[in-house]
């Protein structure tokens, strides 16, 4: 058997994993339809090899001093993945990555609350009814009163879910760190997210 027909073969294995992901609206959607109220929304960085050229200077992320690729994911309250968005460079920001997907618009059309980070902060300026609910944070002229310090804990409290949810996620070998094409790599991991709910729905 050639290697190119092996390869051919897991090519189309994962294009056929990948179709069963879910769109953002139709995951949201059924998130209101069984009776959620919430989501939980991050972003994370796959961490890759580094490639040669300028082209892979996009890829490097200042904050986690590494070469990767970012996406972002939704779960439910529960921690269970249910969207994961398309790989971007690394050092794409958190709300540059939502503001691109519509996430928040996608929110309000399902009628669903989300818990965010600070890495969100200004992505939902409605101050009246806000969406997307992140921290507070502290600067150098403002101190964080004792009531919002404990606001942080519950929020963190809140998210711990979705941490979870991406440590199974990066239990996949292949993304110890990845060795496809960048192009190719937001189908492999929407291929991840529906086999890491089969293996943690089993």
């Known amino acids: 058997m050639s290697e190119s027909s092996v390869r051919r073969w897991r090519d189309e294995l994962i294009g056929l994993l990948a179709a069963r992901a879910p769109r953002l609206d139709r995951a949201l959607k059924k998130v209101a339809k069984q009776g959620g109220e919430l989501v939980l929304i991050d ?38 993945l249910i969207w994961i968005s398309a790989a971007r460079p690394g050092r794409t920001h958190d709300n540059t990555a939502a503001r691109h997907d519509h996430t928040l618009a996608h929110l309000r ?12 902060r200004g992505l939902d300026n409605d101050i009246l009814n806000p969406v997307i609910v992140t921290g507070y944070a502290a600067s150098r002229t403002h101190k964080l009163t004792p009531g919002q310090k404990d606001a942080n804990r519950v929020l963190a409290v809140g998210r711990a879910p979705v941490e979870h949810a991406f440590a199974h996620l990066k239990n996949w070998r292949i993304l110890t760190k990845l060795r496809t094409d960048p192009a ?19």
């Open 184 to 202: 190719s790599a937001t189908q492999l991991l929407r291929a991840l997210l529906v086999l890491t709910n089969l293996e943690v729905n089993r």
């Open 43 to 80: 972003g994370t960085l796959i961490r890759t090899h580094r490639r040669t050229g300028k082209a892979d200077r996009r890829n490097y992320s200042g904050k986690h001093r590494s070469h990767g690729l970012h996406l972002l994911a939704l779960t439910d309250e529960n921690g269970r």
């Open 109 to 120: 059309a399902a009628d669903l609350g989300a818990l965010a980070d600070l890495g969100f």
